[in-house]
């Protein structure tokens, strides 16, 4: 999965939401990645039109979200919660959870935390900040007001 190819990373996802769908034995990287698609129903379609889905540009400009990128999101705060690394990542997914009485809209909040500390890396060219980081995810457990 870990490729800077557009299209071996979108025909992993496929392959595996396709496993998901035949019931077939996958590895745990592979399980993941259908646990976050099964998420999205409304990317399903997408996955199943293999060659379209391989070609499709999905571009900021054009107001569409791109599929890839935001269940790629997904995959790397739940892979940072397996890993417990960073360090407080767990505990505050849990106590986010608890608030929103669902991890996934949980995600989508860390995830725009996780998204503006990378863009902010790569627009510097440096290392994601790491204390940024924690202080976006620290604001999303304060009470709104």
Known sequence: MFTQDRNQMRQFFQACWRKQRERLPMEPLEALVADVVAMHPE?????????????????AESGQENPFLHMGM?????EQLAA????EVRDI?????????????????????????????QRAGTAPDEQVYFDCLRRLLQPVG
Do not use: K, N
């Open 74 to 78: 997904h995959i790397a705060l739940r």
């Open 93 to 121: 997914h849990q106590r986010l959870t608890r608030l929103r009485g669902d991890a996934h809209p949980a995600e989508h909040e860390m995830m725009e935390c996780l998204g503006r500390v990378l863009w902010e890396a």
């Open 43 to 59: 990317y399903h379609r997408l996955l199943e039109a293999a060659e379209e889905t391989l070609d499709a540009d999905f571009s």
């Open 84 to 87: 417990g690394r960073p360090a």
